[in-house]
């Protein structure tokens, strides 16, 4: 969780929602990272998550991640969830949960959809109160 709670400080520093993410190989290997980038690059997609996965399918050639683990400092969305799903991620690791918009098991349960074709191992509260700090500190300032 170190890499991705450095990737979410330079988020922030970009002016965008403190979150990191990296995909990690069934070696251990970082094949990807991403931060958010949606307020940087003017990209509604731009999720750190949705950022990781494309760059660890660029590095390895292809679009099936299923021996990879998505390590994010905060619970993805329905949309980063749905991507990780569509590229058979194996596990997501997270820090922070989101009692908002939560699709690992908060709100939704995107992840471990039953009708889904895939389902996806789902770790949470890993470095929890550290990833939620930064996210409240975040917004404690623009408020």
């Given at each position: 969780m170190g890499r991705p709670l450095a990737l979410a400080r330079e988020a922030a520093a970009d002016g965008?929602?403190?979150?990191?993410?990296?995909?990690?190989?069934?070696?251990?290997?970082?094949?990807?990272?991403?931060?958010?980038?949606?307020?940087?690059?003017?990209?509604?997609?731009?999720?750190?998550?949705?950022?990781?996965?494309?760059?660890a399918a660029e590095a390895r050639?292809?679009?099936r991640l299923d021996d990879c683990t998505l390590v994010v400092t905060l619970e993805?969305?329905?949309?980063?969830?749905?991507?990780a799903l569509q590229a058979r991620v194996r596990r997501?690791?997270?820090?922070?949960?989101?009692?908002?918009?939560g699709a690992c098991g908060s709100v939704w349960d995107v992840a471990r959809e039953q009708r889904a074709p895939h389902w996806i191992e789902v770790v949470g509260g890993i470095r929890e109160q550290e990833c939620a700090d930064l996210l409240?500190?975040?917004?404690?300032?623009?408020r």
């Open positions: 965008d929602v403190p979150v990191g993410a990296v995909v990690v190989d069934g070696d251990g290997q970082v094949v990807g990272d991403g931060r958010n980038r949606r307020t940087a690059d003017g990209d509604p997609l731009a999720h750190a998550e949705v950022v990781a996965l494309r760059a050639g292809g679009w993805p969305c329905p949309m980063c969830a749905g991507a997501i690791v997270l820090g922070a949960w989101d009692p908002k918009a409240t500190a975040f917004f404690r300032a623009r």
